[in-house]
């Protein structure tokens, strides 16, 4: 389950680019996520499932703890060159596994020292290209 509103926000966007919705206002919320007022009220709740069997190495099941891994080592290795922390939120792209963890790792600390001054909000994908392991990122400068 996504815990970031704006996280949230982001994949139902994506959702609704492929997807037709019911006519309605869109309302961002908590529990459900999200609600569709219109003729009929419909609340959507944002979670993950799994498609793929859980010992191949492209699995959720897999993929999961490796960025668990790849996001604690990326966090100690940037806090090793830094004294001040720094908030910043990762989705993962899940059509690009994690294929080298280190390099992965590299790439993060790289990145998080580029935007560390930046103000809060989404950073744009053209600023992490180079990493395709990734997504979404977003500052929040505010701490």
Same mark, same amino acid.
């Given at each position: 389950?996504?815990? &970031?509103? *704006?996280?949230? !926000?982001?994949?139902?966007?994506?959702?609704?680019?492929?997807?037709?919705?019911?006519?309605?206002?869109?309302?961002?919320?908590?529990?459900?996520?999200?609600?569709?007022?219109?003729?009929?009220?419909?609340?959507?709740?944002?979670?993950?499932?799994?498609?793929?069997?859980?010992?191949?190495?492209?699995? *959720?099941?897999?993929?999961?703890?490796?960025?668990?891994?790849?996001?604690?080592?990326?966090?100690?290795?940037?806090?090793?060159? *830094?004294?001040?922390?720094?908030?910043?939120?990762f989705c993962f792209n899940k059509s #690009?596994?994690?294929?080298?963890?280190?390099?992965?790792?590299?790439?993060?600390?790289?990145?998080? &020292?580029?935007? !560390?001054?930046?103000?809060?909000?989404?950073? &744009?994908?053209?600023?992490?290209?180079?990493?395709?392991?990734?997504?979404?990122?977003?500052? #929040?400068?505010?701490?």
């Open positions: 389950m996504a815990a &970031n509103p *704006e996280i949230e !926000k982001y994949f139902f966007e994506k959702f609704s680019e492929d997807y037709v919705l019911p006519s309605g206002t869109i309302i961002y919320g908590d529990r459900p996520d999200i609600v569709i007022e219109g003729q009929r009220w419909i609340g959507i709740e944002i979670t993950s499932f799994f498609l793929e069997e859980g010992s191949l190495r492209e699995s *959720e099941q897999v993929q999961r703890k490796l960025r668990d891994k790849v996001v604690l080592e990326a966090h100690k290795a940037f806090l090793a060159l *830094e004294q001040k922390g720094i908030e910043i939120t #690009n596994p994690i294929t080298d963890g280190k390099g992965l790792v590299t790439a993060i600390v790289k990145l998080v &020292n580029q935007i !560390k001054g930046w103000k809060t909000g989404v950073v &744009n994908k053209d600023v992490y290209a180079a990493i395709p392991e990734l997504d979404y990122v977003y500052v #929040n400068a505010k701490q």
